[in-house]
């Protein structure tokens, strides 16, 4: 079947094309534009892939094109060496700390959206984007003069995975490393002096290399944290902005979540199920592998073979409204389970590549939509919406809102 992830149909909305795919073409094979890849759809594809690591590697990173292995975008036991390093300066607890800036924080941008005289703002501009941004910021000790410059850098990176000014975004990305470099250098000096480093992820993951006994490259260092940077930033945002549109998108959601602020927790997760901020993310393959034919059952007739060495798209989205896993899969609902959302969907990733930044996200959506639902509770849409523009990222643009 035709299937181009970047004609403007599929850009506008993917997920009539993810159903095609599921029941017409569940491996579908994609050549033009200088990339060639294979996309799996099917839930039970999609997660069988995710858990096999062995066979389809992360060594070629997460994107269409080949890159060099390096820190997470690895296999085990190199992976499994940066994941831990990763998860010691960012855990639950470290996560929960911040509860009170981020609240504070909320409380200030919505304040400020809602002075706005004319009574209409764009929801990203005003609290999606700035919002995961200035949290991620601080996180990273990065000071506020320098938000403007470190959203630029975040989008190179993002950027840097699709197309465009190639020029640019390496000189952008120059620019943040050379920041970073800075600072990984700063706190090196501190702490050979036994100072005190500044309480921020960069003196984590500085700290927590320097006690390894494998030596940490800087070019190692500045892959986690423009990982922590990107995966702070957008994909936060285009939650946020995700979650009001479909609200508001049937004013009658909007109003159930008003009159019980309960509903503000699944609302998230059913945004994260119905519109995955990143569509998809690749894997390479290490050896020839067969996907199966029957959805369900024994499986003895290969739909496809792939070649080793083939990259693959696992498109998490199209497993999340499959109808072998979900109900309705289409419609956004809030009578579904919880618990069961947050087993069943994919938007994290899943096994060891699985997102560390979850709780982070999940935290400022959950904050932010409790604070617009009370503070705003006519919130309505009040213009067409814009998508972002990367081909495997998913959110809004521009989402204008009136109170
Ligand atoms: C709604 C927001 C977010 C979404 C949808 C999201 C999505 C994902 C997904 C799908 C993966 C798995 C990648 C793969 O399997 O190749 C991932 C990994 C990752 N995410 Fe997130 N993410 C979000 C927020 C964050 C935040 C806030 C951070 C940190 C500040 C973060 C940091 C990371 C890192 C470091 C990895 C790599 C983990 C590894 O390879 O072991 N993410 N994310």
């Known amino acids: ?50 858990k096999d690591v062995a066979t389809f590697s992360s060594r070629q990173g997460q994107g269409p094109f080949r890159s060099e292995p390096i820190a997470l975008f690895d296999d085990p036991p190199s992976h499994t060496f940066f994941r831990r390093l990763v998860t010691t300066s960012f855990t639950p607890r470290a996560i929960q700390r911040r509860e009170q800036m981020i609240e504070s924080l909320v409380d200030e941008l919505v304040s400020a959206m809602l002075d706005e005289p004319s009574g209409t703002a764009d929801l990203h501009d005003a609290l999606a984007m700035p919002l995961p941004t200035i949290v991620i910021a601080r996180m990273l000790g990065v000071p506020e003069e320098l938000r403007a410059t470190f959203k630029r850098w975040s989008d190179a990176q993002v950027a840097g995975m699709g197309a465009g000014d190639v020029e640019e975004q390496r000189r952008t990305r120059r620019e943040m490393q050379a920041y970073f470099i800075d600072e990984i250098a700063r706190r090196r000096a501190l702490a050979s002096d036994g100072a005190e480093m500044p309480d921020d992820l960069v003196s984590g993951l500085v700290a927590a290399a320097m006690q390894e006994e494998r030596p940490i490259s800087e070019a190692e260092l500045l892959s986690l944290l423009t990982q922590l940077l990107v995966g702070g930033n957008e994909t936060t945002t285009s939650l946020l902005t995700n979650v009001v549109w479909r609200l508001l998108e049937r004013p009658e959601r909007w109003q159930a979540v008003v009159d019980d602020p309960a509903l503000v927790e699944v609302a998230v997760e059913e945004s994260l199920r119905h519109d995955p901020p990143v569509l998809g993310l690749f894997r390479a393959t290490t050896c020839p592998v067969d996907i199966g034919g029957d959805i369900g059952g024994d499986v003895d007739v290969a739909i496809d073979r792939l070649e080793p060495d083939r990259k693959v798209m696992l498109l998490w989205a199209s497993a999340n409204r499959d109808p072998e896993v979900w109900d309705d899969p289409d419609e956004f609902r809030l009578d579904r389970d919880l618990t069961t959302l947050r087993a069943r969907h994919l938007s994290f990733g899943f096994g060891i590549h699985a997102c560390p930044g979850a709780p982070l996200s999940r935290l400022e959506a959950r904050l932010a939509l409790a604070a617009l639902v009370r503070r705003a509770p006519g919130l309505r849409l009040a213009g067409p919406t814009t998508r972002i523009e990367p081909f495997f990222l998913w959110g809004r643009r521009s989402l204008p809102v009136g109170w």
Do not use: K, N, Q, W
Request: glycine share 4%.
């Open 1 to 50: 079947m035709t299937y181009d992830p970047f004609a403007p149909d599929t850009l506008a909305d993917p997920f009539p094309a993810y159903g095609r795919l599921r029941e017409e073409c569940p491996v579908h094979r994609y050549e033009s534009r200088g990339m060639e890849f294979s996309t799996l759809s099917r839930h039970r594809d999609v997660l069988a892939a995710l």
